[in-house]
């Protein structure tokens, strides 16, 4: 079984530095909604994302600003045990992407969908994303961890979370 191919403890490491990323009401720690995934890369609170999660979190605040409603781009990290299901949550800001890239033989995309952002306050036991590999390289095969389709992926009722 593949399963059993699979070292835990390389899982429990992603796991530890899988985020939702979307937004919060200014001032309440509840997910107002979330976007999508992305990752803890450092120990200072960066984190690396799609941009076009940050796009959507970008348009929803103008959309939300627009009705009176100030937001912040937050990253959420799921908490659950026997008895609860909850949320980390970090407001983070000091948003950067890279969308495009000039096309050249040895590299044929012409878009990137990187973003990053950066936590203002850590989340507590935030523990970065590491890879115990040399530097990979572009065509190197990964596995992703996430949560695609943000709230729709966490609906364990039936219910769009809010």
């Known amino acids: 079984m593949i399963i059993d191919m699979v070292d835990k403890e390389i899982i429990r490491k992603i796991k530890q530095s899988t985020i939702e ?3 919060v009401k200014r001032n309440d720690p509840n997910p107002l909604v979330i976007y999508g995934s992305g990752f803890i890369v450092d120990d200072n609170g960066v984190i690396v994302t799609a941009e ?3 796009d959507a979190c970008r348009t929803d605040k103008k ?4 009705r009176g409603m100030e ?4 990253i959420f990290r799921p908490i659950h045990n026997e008895s609860e299901f909850n949320f980390d949550v970090a407001v983070i800001g000091d948003l950067k992407n890279i969308t495009n890239v000039k096309k050249s033989k040895n590299f044929p995309l012409n878009v990137i969908d990187l ?3 950066k936590m203002f306050s ?3 036991d935030c ?11 572009i065509f190197d095969e990964i596995a992703m961890c996430g949560f695609p389709s943000g709230d729709f992926t966490l609906d364990m009722e039936g219910q769009r979370c809010q």
């Open 52 to 54: 076009h999660v940050l």
């Open 122 to 124: 850590p989340i507590k």
């Open 115 to 117: 973003g990053f952002g």
């Open 21 to 23: 990323v979307g937004l």
């Open 71 to 74: 937001t912040d781009y937050a």
């Open 63 to 66: 959309f939300h600003k627009n």
């Open 127 to 137: 523990k970065p994303l590491t890879l115990d590999t040399d530097t990979p390289n």
